[in-house]
């Protein structure tokens, strides 16, 4: 058996492109973990071939909302197709505090629209299935089926509390998903032998001088300097890092090369993809 990582999303929030929002699908087997879940994450999960009703579970690592956006139309839709697939509830696992708040509340915008869909067709009301953990500085197993485990860390996106990275193991791979960071210690401990990192990328260090003074240099302070990121790669002995949640969006193969020639200048030397929707990485 493969193990296969999909980038459902490499978006940020101000739109771009073809850039659906945050997310990365982990599937082994009959297995299928979703972790974020920005915009456009159903459309996305639909083009790479993955029901919503085969989704074992989904993980969340911040409430900032473009991870969060498209939540509520993953519970939504696998509800409302439930007469068809008969697959229950999803679990989401949620890091305690805002982001969990934010799960438990998500659908009470909707209850004018759920009470219409029990009127006709939906027989039960939509439920999530809300597991919660607290963010640690050590890893800390979160889920486990069989074969399959997914542990969790707290980083650093500070001022966001109680974000957290996941690192999911299969019987083939070890997948680190960084969520939003600055580039830190836990997750390279978490990273270390990982097959595959895919990790936040914001070009820090190159556009330095250009955001000076403005709101991104603030913005840019919590997000991963892919500079920094190419040295933690390198210590971790990481096997192929992918770069997501690109600040900002290259919009073409020389923008790309960019994030590419910043990891190298950090002393990563391994396999490097720069994320684009729907780029699939196979281990096993
Ligand atoms: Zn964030
Ligand atoms: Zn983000």
Do not use: K, N
Not at 11 to 33: E, F, K, M, Q
Not at 133 to 161: I, K, L
Not at 170 to 194: F, I, K, N, Q, Y
Request: hydrophobic share 40%.
């Amino acid at each position: 058996m493969t193990t296969t990582v999909t980038l459902t999303g490499t978006g940020v929030p101000i739109p771009s492109p073809g850039r659906a929002g945050a997310g990365v699908l982990v599937r082994y087997g009959r297995t299928a973990l979703q972790f974020d879940a920005g915009r456009a994450t159903v459309l996305r999960l639909t083009e790479a071939g993955t029901g919503l009703h085969e989704l074992s579970a989904l993980f969340v690592t911040h409430v900032h909302s473009d991870h969060v956006m498209g939540l509520p139309d993953v519970v939504l839709g696998r509800w409302i197709q439930d007469h068809v697939w008969r697959t229950g509830p999803l679990e989401v696992h949620v890091p305690e505090g805002e982001a969990a708040g934010f799960v438990a509340r998500m659908l009470d915008p909707y209850a004018a629209d759920i009470a219409l869909r029990m009127e006709h067709v939906q027989e039960v009301p939509p439920e999530t299935r809300l597991r919660t953990f607290a963010a640690e500085a050590t890893p800390q197993e979160v889920w486990r089926d069989g074969e399959v485990t997914v542990e969790a860390v707290a980083v650093h996106h500070e001022p966001v509390p109680d974000a957290v990275a996941y690192r999911i193991r299969t019987p083939d791979a070890t997948v680190v998903v960084s969520g939003d960071t600055r580039v830190c210690e836990e997750v390279e401990e978490l990273s270390r032998g990982a097959d595959v990192l895919v990790h936040e990328a914001c070009r820090t260090t190159a556009l330095r001088e250009a955001v000076a003074g403005t709101p991104f240099e603030q913005i840019f302070s919590y997000h991963a300097d892919t500079v920094a990121l190419g040295g933690l790669a390198a210590r971790a002995g990481v096997g192929h890092l992918v770069l997501t949640h690109l600040i900002p969006a290259p919009e073409d193969e020389a923008g790309e090369a960019e994030f590419v020639a910043d990891v190298r200048s950090g002393g990563y030397g391994g396999r490097v993809s720069v994320g684009r929707d729907l780029m699939t990485v196979t281990v096993g």
